[in-house]
DNA sequence: TGTACATCAGTGAACGCGCGTTCACTGATGTAC
DNA sequence: TGTACATCAGTGAACGCGCGTTCACTGATGTAC
């Protein structure tokens, strides 16, 4: 039985490449993704700087890891979220889960939904990533039942809905439900994150919240006080 | 009558000026705002590195008064749309001016609205342009009648409204429209610019669309109930 | 009108710094007989 | 069990580069008498 254990070298491998992603992080949040140096790291951890690729190529692979395990990050606390109970406040809840995950590391934030890194392209496999999310949050937007009126936008999305592959069944309405849970929860996000809110005196909380109420109207509108909000009524 | 007549070198000053944060814009187009090199500005003006610090005190307030002028061509742009007719359709063409002016240099919308750089804190008077923005906005949102529903984020602006000093007798309705103009927007574009778009198959200017006809509907929403709300509703 | 002086744009050298990355090398750790 | 060898982590020096910024200096332009 030598099958896939580890030898002790591939574990401390693994070890200090987790340690490295840990500093880059620290480093992220303190001057940002553009300013992530290598050298910085490496003497951060009391290792001489060219040590450092012993364990990644160069820089990119090193933001490109980052990148990877910050929308891995997201998807699993998407899946973890339907997992606990998927159809009441789906929606509510996955919000909630974007709007932690958002805060508890803003540059996290920032490196996935913010100003795209001058060079930097994604590598593919994020982008699959990206769908398993797409995926979970068509779930939750997916309801049976009246798919009477015709918008717009709704007939645009039933004619291009590659994105929304893995419900090629999915109403229109769903599919637009999905865009704009995604659209309208990333401005609250990132004006917030931003800091375009602070001074005004507003809690951006609470226009978050109230976008999520909104949201049980977007198909057709509705009344003002949907379930959804009673039932996220013990957030702050 | 020596009077306000600018001299030839406070002309040539200003041209110079000029031109250096043109060449700043086109770099910061091909890299992004942090990798600003005055050096690099100054070599693609044919001039030494430190000829610049005639025009510039350091790197910093070059990049101060870029975003002055960013914040100063939106505030423009949304004072001269105000000016063509307020009204009705006010909204739609608020929105459309700001896509236009996002769209139309991705590089400066990201330097105002997107993640913020590291060590760079704004300026006091880029607040006071900001404001300048929102009272234009104001002026749009601020429709006559309905003031009847009370709904839990508006009562919260009720009661934080210092953002809004320039309309103090604006309805909470009203605040709230101009926040969830601003917030819905800035996410569809923030998506869009940052490319979460691509690939996907959509035309973002229709989600963007779609976002606009639907704060007709903000305020105080018709009162049929969505099939999203029923199914939120049937299993709580 | 011309002459003397002050102002200011721009240069080139220099300082100190940190970056990513390569290379030849030393030592420790694991592996095979 | 010990010995011989291969693997691999980490070092220190070095390369080439570009950055922001200062400084003393040259020349041209404007100003005052």
């Known amino acids: 039985m030598t099958g896939s254990t ?30 992530l140096s290598l ?16 364990y990644f190529a160069n820089r990119d692979e090193l933001i490109t890891e980052l ?9 699993d606390a998407f899946i973890a979220s339907a997992d606990g109970g ?8 996955l919000a909630q889960v974007l709007r932690r995950w958002a805060l508890e590391d803003p540059h996290r934030y920032f490196l996935v939904y913010g100003t795209p890194v001058p060079g930097y ?29 015709s918008h717009a936008f709704e007939e645009h999305l039933a004619a291009h809905r590659a994105w929304a592959g893995s419900h090629p069944d999915a109403p229109p309405s769903a599919l637009r439900l999905a865009l704009t849970f995604w659209s309208r929860l990333h401005g609250v996000l990132s004006l917030e994150l ?4 602070t001074g005004m005196g507003l809690d951006p909380a609470l226009l978050y ?20 909000t009673l039932a996220l009524a013990d957030n702050s």
């Open 86 to 93: 998927a159809g009441r406040t789906g929606l509510a809840r």
């Open 39 to 54: 050298n910085a790291i490496a003497k951060q951890m009391g290792m001489s700087g060219p040590a450092l690729y012993r």
């Open 6 to 35: 580890k030898s002790p070298r591939e574990r401390y491998r693994e070890q200090v490449r987790e340690e490295v992603k840990e500093k880059a992080w620290q480093q992220i949040a303190g001057s940002g993704a553009s300013a």
């Open 209 to 228: 919240q109230a976008e999520v109420d909104a949201l049980g109207g977007v198909p057709s509108p509705g009344p003002d006080q949907s379930p959804v």
């Open 67 to 75: 990148v990877r395990d910050a929308y891995r990050s997201l998807a």
């Open 121 to 149: 392209h994604a590598p593919p496999d994020v982008t699959e990533t990206a769908s398993e999310m797409m995926s979970v949050l068509l779930d939750a937007c997916a309801t049976p039942g009246t798919e009477s009126r």
């Open 194 to 197: 931003a800091g375009h809110f």
